[in-house]
């Protein structure tokens, strides 16, 4: 954007067309009741690629067990993760606690309100920083992630790929020149809600949007045009075979998986890469990876889990060991019962309908 526009723009005539909307028709949200930022911190890690609608229930539950900064640093890992289960993404929640635990050994358990010391935080990025900045202490930060890229692309007329930083950085740097000074709180709100409710991606309800009038895009009608983005990369798929291995006391064997990268920390049913090790061999590579003897018998189903960037087509089977223990510390031998009280993939929870006491 260039000043010349900027100047054309109208930014109190904006401000006050959004602001009134806003305080009008805003969403009832739990973490919207004051202005905690630790609350409206867990709710901004939450809602990170999560819809509001899921969010919700997780967001009342989690913040009734871990009230505080206190509380959550004080957590079992494994806790945190059990209560994090479903919402998936869960390195947000080990980022998240970490977090936590420097707020209270570096800050005196106070949410920092300076913009160096909140984003040196782990898991906290630039529109986070902006979120808990602005929604929290009212300060003039924006809170720039892909709905508000949307909706600030369409008024102003940026045409330029959103999936780039380099554009990012345009229009933090828009946002920070139109956002209110007085109220930049609910102004980051309404433009959230805006693109949640009206100015949505495909189809936007221009009729009904209070800044139709300052709308660049809708004036030139390529609102659906708007905003341009590149198309991700093809998703990789991934083969599995998971086992639902049962020892002769009804055992199950789970695995907790490594605690970094995907999934970390978190517990499973044993899984063979079907790509490396082939068919053939499933029982040799459960024996010479885990040490356990185990006879493949009936197959329970299919199942397709899609990450942001995989897709892990998983064949379950069950299997039977005559060993008791194993050696290997990653895994454990669970009934039934006990297994409810680990923290599992979606994926995994999935397969739980195919076990038996």
């Known amino acids: ?55 919700i229930p997780y967001f009342y539950r989690f913040i009734d067990k871990y009230p505080t900064v206190y509380d959550l640093a004080a957590a079992d890992e494994q806790e945190v993760l059990k209560a994090w289960e479903g919402l998936g993404y869960y390195s947000r929640a080990k980022n998240l ?9 570096s ?6 309100a300076n913009p160096k010391e909140l984003g040196s935080l782990k898991g906290i990025g630039p529109y986070t920083r902006g979120a808990i900045l602005s929604i ?13 890229m949307r909706v600030i692309s369409r008024i102003l007329k940026i045409e330029e790929d959103i999936a780039k930083v380099k554009t990012r950085n345009i229009i933090e740097k828009e946002v920070r020149e139109i956002i209110s000074k007085d109220d930049p709180a609910s102004f980051n709100q309404a433009i959230m809600d805006l693109g949640s ?8 309800a221009c009729t009904f949007c209070p800044i139709q ?60 890469p079907i790509d490396e090790v082939g068919r053939k061999d499933l029982e040799n590579w459960v024996f010479s990876e885990y040490g356990l003897k185990v006879k493949i018998k009936e197959h329970k189903g299919n199942l397709k889990h899609v990450f942001s ?12 060991t005559i060993n008791v223990a194993s050696e290997d510390q990653r895994l454990r031998f669970v009934n039934i019962h006990e297994i409810k009280g680990y923290p599992f993939p979606v994926s995994h929870q999935k397969m739980m309908k195919y076990l038996s006491e």
């Open 1 to 55: 954007m260039n000043e010349e526009v900027l100047t054309e723009f109208n930014k109190q005539q904006f401000q006050q067309d959004l602001l009134s909307w806003y305080y009008q028709h805003k969403r009832d949200l739990p973490w919207r009741q004051d202005q905690d930022p630790y609350k409206v911190w867990v709710s901004e890690i939450m809602l990170q690629q999560t819809k509001v609608d899921t969010v």
């Open 136 to 148: 929290a202490y009212n300060q003039p930060e924006p809170a720039v992630d892909g709905n508000v």
């Open 213 to 272: 009038e300052h709308c660049r895009a809708y004036a030139d009608g390529v609102q659906d045009e708007l905003p341009i983005k590149s198309k991700a990369k093809k998703q990789k798929k991934i083969p599995y075979i998971a086992l639902l291995i049962k020892n002769e006391n009804n055992e199950y064997v789970i695995e907790q998986r490594q605690d970094s990268g995907l999934l970390a920390n978190l517990w499973q049913f044993p899984m063979v």
């Open 97 to 105: 606690q970490t977090a936590v635990r420097e707020v209270v050994a």
């Open 309 to 320: 960037h995989i897709i892990w087509q998983l064949e379950i089977y069950e299997a039977e």
């Open 107 to 112: 800050y005196g358990g106070v949410v920092p």
């Open 197 to 204: 409710s009206i100015c949505t991606p495909k189809a936007p």
